[in-house]
């Protein structure tokens, strides 16, 4: 069963955007921290973007600052992630979870940015 489920990514050309989606049947994302995390080939994974437990408090990796939104609809309980002006060295598995306590991690979105 999947717990955490992305999906949204793609190949797009440098300065084109994507947004990114994450959602659970199974946990909840309102009483949490969430972030979106980033794995690229031969680097070690890295949180981009985190978010309060109600959205409003966020927090931004330099690399993406002013380029990503994090956000997140409890009503729904789906995490997104806007990613606006992409370049190369975005180019990655992007995953979502929670903060501190991270449940079992999903398949990922692949993210694939072209010069």
């Known amino acids: 069963q999947v717990m955490l489920a992305e999906s949204g990514g793609g190949m797009v050309q440098t300065g084109e955007s994507l947004k990114l989606t994450c959602a659970s049947r199974?946990?909840?994302?309102?009483?949490?921290?969430m972030g979106w995390y980033r794995r690229a080939p031969g680097k070690e994974l890295e949180l981009v973007a985190s978010?309060?437990?109600?959205?409003?408090?966020?927090h931004y990796d330099t690399s993406v600052k002013g380029r990503f939104t994090i956000s997140k609809d409890n009503t729904k309980n789906i995490l997104y992630l806007q990613m606006n002006d992409l370049k190369p060295e975005d180019t990655a598995m992007y995953y979502c979870?929670?903060?501190?306590?991270?449940?079992?991690w999903g398949q990922g979105t692949q993210v694939t940015v072209s010069s």
């Open positions: 199974r946990h909840t994302f309102s009483t949490e921290y």
């Open positions: 979870n929670a903060l501190g306590s991270p449940w079992p």
């Open positions: 978010c309060a437990w109600d959205g409003r408090q966020t």
